[in-house]
């Protein structure tokens, strides 16, 4: 029998996740896996029992969690030998990446999207030695959100990020900033470098619209600019699909880039505190095999 592991992070989503915990290990059963069930206890957990999931030679991995548990455990899965096929249950207070697979974000129609759910390829990212699937984000809106607590997550919700960046970008602080990319090297003051693997960033659906799981893509955006009017027409922008349209913003789409920064600044990965600048970012082209739903759950 294949075996599946279900890697359960207990505190996500507003410590509901035992709530859906038998109903994932049902499907997973009814899908035909022997599940063996690994509950997280602490940060990094849920990277441990993936690359262990790799070496014994798991046939599929199941997380459920937030958008911190998800990356974890795509830490675990990233660049070993034997890969299993990938799939989560998001729990999290944005969930960008089941956002752009079109994963529900309701945790039952979730797992009862798994019924139905085909294999499918999709790229992650490697900065230095840790890896991301949906975002990195360098700059002091990248360290405020980093400190978002886990007590204001679980009261605001996405709110919280929405709170920390508006502060970072109407402060009007620069950094002097440099990229080197595929095309050339940009240099200047910026206040944020985003490099994005999919469309969603923060919850917001169309900062990156042309950005695909799958396209071997790194879209890089630097904000140039900040102060509260600058912030108030890039707000409009991206709710209508147009941030690169923005005259305070770069676009560089690459496979590979440097950043680095004056000062030093540690950098935001998947939403949670990653390295510090000078930064080697590079794309893994469909590394990750997922479990995608192919219709929407209702």
Partial sequence: MKKAMFILNPSS???LAGTYKDQTIETLQEMGYEVHVKETQGEGDATDFARQACVEKYHLVTAMGGDGTINEAVNGLAEQEHRPIFSFIPLGTVNDFARALGIPLDPVKAIEALKTAEPRFADIAKAQNKFFMNILAVGRIAENVSHVSVEQKTKLGALAYLIEGVKALTSDEETEVSVEHDHGTWKGNAVIVLAALTNSVGGFEKLAP???TD???LHVFVVKSAG???FLRMASAILRGKLEEDPDVI?????KARIETTPELSCNLDGDEGCTTPIDVKILERHI???VPIKEIV
Avoid: C, W, Y
Avoid at 251 to 255: A, E, F, Y
């Fill in 215 to 217: 396209d071997g893509l």
């Fill in 210 to 212: 042309n950005a695909e």
């Fill in 228 to 230: 509260i009017p600058a």
């Fill in 289 to 291: 095999e997922l479990l």
């Fill in 13 to 15: 989503g507003k410590e």
């Fill in 251 to 255: 676009v560089i789409k690459t496979k």
